[in-house]
């Protein structure tokens, strides 16, 4: 028989599609894991943003993994409230971020309840090269390969990097 823990085990350990190297509980977006005494196992996960293209790879990985582990009854459940920030990125997960080049976002602004606000502009810290470690750097373009991410350049190693936004 495979217990509650196992299933929150099994969910803790699949990787997210879009940042391999950060599972969906080091990327802060798995709620909760529930197991009733049927087996039936509901997960309930948190986009980044609502619009995230990932969500269906990340629900289907979420029922593979699941399913393989013995858990034949699966519904991944997916919740807006409150709505994900950066913060809630693991220690662990911004640690693996900059090892894999990508520097991890700060702390995420301050913000009142009700709608968030998207506000575009210039950050207002430095960010640190995740190769060599210089704030010596420059924004190239507000959007990378993913909405949550930013293209920007180290100006004493030279090397582009990716840098998570704060949201």
């Known amino acids: 028989m495979v217990t509650r823990m196992g299933a929150r085990a099994v969910a803790e350990a699949v990787a997210d599609p879009e940042l391999p190297m950060l599972t969906l509980a080091d990327l802060g977006i798995l709620r909760d894991v529930e197991e009733d005494a049927g087996g039936r196992v509901v997960v309930t996960i948190t986009p980044t943003y609502s619009g995230c293209p990932a969500m269906a790879a990340i629900r289907a990985d979420l029922s593979a993994a699941l399913r393989t582990a013995g858990y034949a009854d699966v519904e991944v459940r997916t919740v807006l409230t409150p709505a994900w920030t950066t913060d809630w990125i693991?220690?662990?997960?911004?640690?693996?971020?900059?090892?894999?080049?990508?520097?991890?976002?700060?702390?995420?602004?301050?913000?009142r309840r009700g709608p968030v606000p998207l506000t575009l502009g210039m950050p207002g810290r430095r960010v640190v090269c995740p190769v060599c470690r210089s704030d010596d750097t420059e924004e190239l373009s507000a959007f990378g390969a993913t909405a949550c991410k930013a293209?920007?350049?180290c100006r004493a190693c030279g090397e582009p990097f990716e840098r998570v936004k704060e949201i």
């Open 90 to 111: 693991s220690e662990s997960g911004k640690r693996k971020l900059a090892e894999a080049g990508i520097a991890p976002p700060g702390p995420a602004p301050a913000r």
């Open 151 to 153: 293209l920007w350049r």
